[in-house]
């Protein structure tokens, strides 16, 4: 390999380490942002899962209690929990109160039935149920953008240290090279001077 081709391998690795290694920390930060933010906004909220075995989780369809019954009694602080509480139990209740219509087709009814003050209650209890999932729902999101971040900060880490380790690899080639080079010259003018002596 030539001098020139080594030294742009060397320019090139190093750029390499320098951008992967910044992505690498911006991805890592992105993913602190996103779970951090997530978990301090949900704990402001303070919305805690039903009680294990209590009639909240007891009285829901059996695919929905199964999915609440492992946060029965604790905090909802991560994406994941948003997404558990806002399908299997709000999104539950809302179909229980609302007979299975949406937000929009009740409203429209109330608005058809103005003096309907069992419906009128019906929409303001599904708006606020859907706002409130839809603002979980949202955490979820983000809990995820944030997970993946984090595996993406991981992997550009990993590469990062492979192409640092091919870096200091190629740095000890030229090293060992150099070295067998100045000992060739050597031996040849050793062995010179001793003929001539003799």
Do not use: C
């Not at 955490?139 to 984090?150: K, L, P």
């Amino acid at each position: 390999m030539t001098s020139g081709l080594r030294w742009r391998i060397f320019v090139l690795q190093i750029g390499l380490i320098g951008i992967l290694g910044f992505v690498s920390g911006f991805a890592f930060w992105g993913s602190n942002f996103a779970t951090s933010t997530v978990h301090d906004q949900l704990a402001a909220q303070q919305i805690y899962f039903p009680a294990a075995g209590s009639p909240a989780i007891a009285s829901l369809p059996k695919a929905d209690a199964a999915a609440m019954t492992p946060y029965a009694g604790q905090e909802l602080l991560t994406g994941q929990q948003a997404e558990i509480y806002a399908n299997n139990f709000i999104n539950v209740h809302l179909s229980e109160i609302g007979g299975g219509q949406t937000y929009s087709q009740l409203s429209t009814a109330a608005q058809a039935a103005p003096t309907n003050t069992k419906l009128a209650g019906e929409v303001a209890t599904i708006f606020k149920g859907t706002t409130l999932r839809s603002m979980l729902l949202n955490a979820y999101g983000w809990g995820q953008i944030g997970q993946f971040a984090g595996y993406a900060a991981i992997g550009l880490a990993v590469a990062t240290f492979a192409v640092f380790g091919a870096f200091v690899f190629e740095v000890f080639s030229l090293m060992t090279s150099r070295k067998k080079e100045s000992t060739r010259r050597v031996l040849p003018a050793t062995a010179t001077r001793a003929q001539g002596v003799a």
